[in-house]
């Protein structure tokens, strides 16, 4: 029994530095993960100058607020078009695209600050346009991760991306903040162009192998539907996506707002902001660097709510702290718990996505979440404009402590949680002649013989049946009962082509199959349920 709790402790410990450790041993995920550290370093250097040269620009509170908007209304708006994009163009290509866009913004804006040129609205439109290169990339990495790691290590390599991005708040804000009070703000312009193009670099050297299938590629439309009906027919994303566009909204009142912190509440300027900045970045690396232990002691259910309300009470601790070092404090509180709440989200977004799809499907996640901060620091701006800063913070710290309250019942993690390990299907199908792929639509009948005492349980299964179909693809389900064969039930799903259903066994999983045997065992007979697969067929005009 000792020898047995010394292995258990010791493999737990092992399990530990295993998960913190192992996704870095993986030489792809590292040089593409500090290809995205850097990337996140530029893209706060330049909300750091942004907002910093706004303040200077206008004395507008919603002004100063409206440049996070301007910053996060691009993956709102663009969140589907660049999710379809990266999972139907070459990843890689698409992904270096994207930074060559981010470093031609910083080169534009670079120009622009050195000529005196810029105002107020043109700092607001380069901050969108900027915006736009963040909206495209951010889809196609979040698709790369999982596929760079087993499934085992995803939660550690999403703890790895969040180590990225808040090492990037403390240190894209001491960069910015020390080239705006050394040399100017065009400076930080130029060295996010150049960092941009060396991520760029570091992306053309990543040898990207990817999956190349004899089936046409999806229509840009077609693949954007798919997504959208893919999120509509899982419950567990819709939990995570109004969870996260709600704790955007709230979090976005400190977010947003910190330069007017900053330069009003407490006096100071561009270092007192970099400071509170960084404070939230470094209190962000240290929590992740405790989450596999946190997660040893609570699951994502109640990790997520719990981090939510101490967030909000940890912003109205910085508005109302004292002074600047326990509002400092205050701020890495705050980044922990921040962190911990997003990193968990994401982690939930991710399990419930299948690769296919996962582009898509986490650009809609990322849609909501900018979407939030975007909405949140809009409203919380103006509110500050009729108010003051404290009662904004204070406004959106309630607002999330009272959503706990009403969003505590969608579930994250546990219960029906799906296997998304693609397997091959049994009922592939073997027409008799060629099919043209663009043939359509095709309507699929499944007919099961089920007994009249299984009847209640069979149409609960047919009910997850029909939202699994529905995200491989299918346009349209339903079910129908013989009206002269009691006990005759008839499964009818509808693919736009050929082709699409064929793409439907690429995206089969374990969940997929699980469904299938539940959907069999309750089949009368010997022989399995009769599939019948019917294509559309044209009829040509004769005079």
């Given at each position: 029994?000792?020898?047995?709790?010394?292995?258990?402790?010791?493999?737990?410990?092992?399990?530990?530095?295993?998960?913190?450790?192992?996704?870095?041993?993986?030489?792809?995920?590292?040089?593409?993960?500090?290809?995205?550290?850097?990337?996140?370093?530029?893209?706060?250097?330049?909300?750091?100058?942004?907002?910093?040269?706004?303040?200077?620009?206008?004395?507008?509170?919603?002004?100063?607020?409206?440049?996070?908007?301007?910053?996060?209304?691009?993956?709102?708006?663009?969140?589907?078009?660049?999710?379809?994009?990266?999972?139907?163009?070459?990843?890689?290509?698409?992904?270096?695209?994207?930074?060559?866009?981010?470093?031609?913004?910083?080169?534009?804006?670079?120009?622009?600050?050195?000529?005196?040129?810029?105002?107020?609205?043109?700092?607001?439109?380069?901050?969108?346009?900027?915006?736009?290169?963040?909206?495209?990339?951010?889809?196609?990495?979040?698709?790369?991760?999982?596929?760079?790691?087993?499934?085992?290590?995803?939660?550690?390599?999403?703890?790895?991306?969040?180590?990225?991005?808040?090492?990037?708040?403390?240190?894209?804000?001491?960069?910015?903040?020390?080239?705006?009070?050394?040399?100017?703000?065009?400076?930080?312009?130029?060295?996010?162009?150049?960092?941009?193009?060396?991520?760029?670099?570091?992306?053309?050297?990543?040898?990207?192998?990817?999956?190349?299938?004899?089936?046409?590629?999806?229509?840009?439309?077609?693949?954007?539907?798919?997504?959208?009906?893919?999120?509509?027919?899982?419950?567990?994303?819709?939990?995570?996506?109004?969870?996260?566009?709600?704790?955007?909204?709230?979090?976005?009142?400190?977010?947003?707002?910190?330069?007017?912190?900053?330069?009003?509440?407490?006096?100071?300027?561009?270092?007192?902001?970099?400071?509170?900045?960084?404070?939230?970045?470094?209190?962000?690396?240290?929590?992740?660097?405790?989450?596999?232990?946190?997660?040893?002691?609570?699951?994502?259910?109640?990790?997520?709510?719990?981090?939510?309300?101490?967030?909000?009470?940890?912003?109205?601790?910085?508005v109302l702290a004292p002074s600047l070092w326990m509002a400092s404090i205050m701020m890495m509180f705050s980044g922990g718990f921040w962190i911990l709440t997003a990193n968990s989200l994401s982690i939930s977004a991710q399990l419930a996505l299948p690769s296919w799809i996962r582009a898509r499907g986490m650009s809609i996640f990322q849609m909501s979440l900018m979407g939030g901060s975007a909405i949140g620091a809009a409203i919380f701006g103006t509110i500050t404009s009729y108010s003051s800063v404290t009662f904004s913070v204070i406004c959106g710290s309630v607002f999330g402590i009272i959503a706990v309250l009403f969003t505590k019942h969608l579930k994250i993690e546990g219960g029906l949680e799906e296997d998304m390990t693609p397997v091959c299907p049994v009922e592939h199908p073997i027409p008799?002649?060629?099919?043209?792929?663009?043939?359509?639509?095709?309507?699929?009948?499944?007919?099961?013989?089920?007994?009249?005492?299984?009847?209640?349980?069979?149409?609960?299964?047919?009910?997850?049946?029909?939202?699994?179909?529905?995200?491989?693809?299918?346009?349209?389900?339903?079910?129908?009962?013989?009206?002269?064969?009691?006990?005759?039930?008839?499964?009818?799903?509808?693919?736009?082509?050929?082709?699409?259903?064929?793409?439907?066994?690429?995206?089969?999983?374990?969940?997929?199959?699980?469904?299938?045997?539940?959907?069999?065992?309750?089949?009368?007979?010997?022989?399995?349920?009769?599939?019948?697969?019917?294509?559309?067929?044209?009829?040509?005009?004769?005079?």
């Amino acid at each position: 029994m000792v020898k047995s709790m010394i292995f258990n402790r010791s493999s737990l410990t092992i399990s530990r530095e295993e998960a913190w450790w192992a996704p870095m041993r993986n030489r792809v995920f590292a040089m593409l993960w500090l290809a995205w550290m850097t990337s996140n370093i530029c893209m706060w250097m330049n909300d750091v100058a942004a907002s910093w040269m706004m303040t200077s620009l206008s004395s507008s509170p919603t002004l100063i607020a409206l440049i996070q908007t301007a910053s996060n209304l691009p993956v709102f708006l663009l969140g589907l078009p660049s999710g379809a994009f990266a999972d139907i163009l070459n990843r890689k290509k698409y992904f270096i695209a994207t930074q060559l866009w981010i470093a031609f913004n910083a080169a534009v804006l670079c120009f622009m600050t050195f000529t005196n040129s810029l105002n107020a609205p043109l700092l607001l439109f380069l901050t969108f346009t900027n915006g736009i290169g963040l909206a495209m990339r951010w889809p196609v990495f979040a698709a790369i991760v999982p596929d760079l790691v087993v499934r085992e290590q995803l939660p550690s390599a999403l703890a790895l991306n969040g180590v990225a991005m808040n090492a990037s708040r403390i240190i894209g804000p001491l960069i910015a903040g020390a080239l705006i009070a050394s040399a100017g703000t065009e400076y930080v312009f130029a060295l996010n162009m150049v960092l941009s193009l060396g991520c760029t670099v570091l992306i053309w050297r990543w040898k990207y192998t990817s999956n190349v299938s004899p089936l046409p590629g999806e229509r840009f439309l077609g693949a954007i539907r798919v997504g959208i009906q893919y999120v509509k027919s899982s419950a567990r994303m819709k939990a995570v996506l109004l969870r996260v566009f709600i704790f955007f909204v709230q979090s976005s009142a400190l977010m947003a707002l910190l330069p007017v912190i900053a330069k009003d509440h407490f006096n100071g300027d561009a270092r007192t902001f970099t400071i509170l900045l960084s404070c939230l970045g470094f209190g962000a690396i240290i929590a992740a660097s405790q989450l596999p232990r946190i997660r040893h002691s609570f699951d994502r259910n109640q990790l997520v709510p719990l981090s939510q309300i101490l967030q909000a009470l940890t912003s109205i601790g910085v508005v109302l702290a004292p002074s600047l070092w326990m509002a400092s404090i205050m701020m890495m509180f705050s980044g922990g718990f921040w962190i911990l709440t997003a990193n968990s989200l994401s982690i939930s977004a991710q399990l419930a996505l299948p690769s296919w799809i996962r582009a898509r499907g986490m650009s809609i996640f990322q849609m909501s979440l900018m979407g939030g901060s975007a909405i949140g620091a809009a409203i919380f701006g103006t509110i500050t404009s009729y108010s003051s800063v404290t009662f904004s913070v204070i406004c959106g710290s309630v607002f999330g402590i009272i959503a706990v309250l009403f969003t505590k019942h969608l579930k994250i993690e546990g219960g029906l949680e799906e296997d998304m390990t693609p397997v091959c299907p049994v009922e592939h199908p073997i027409p008799d002649r060629d099919i043209d792929l663009q043939a359509g639509p095709v309507m699929i009948s499944v007919e099961y013989k089920i007994a009249e005492v299984f009847l209640p349980a069979f149409k609960e299964v047919m009910q997850r049946s029909r939202d699994a179909r529905l995200r491989q693809g299918a346009m349209s389900w339903s079910m129908f009962e013989d009206a002269e064969k009691a006990g005759m039930m008839v499964e009818n799903f509808v693919f736009e082509t050929w082709a699409d259903y064929l793409r439907r066994f690429d995206r089969f999983t374990t969940n997929d199959l699980n469904l299938q045997e539940e959907r069999f065992k309750y089949h009368e007979g010997t022989e399995p349920p009769k599939i019948i697969r019917r294509v559309a067929t044209s009829f040509s005009e004769h005079n």
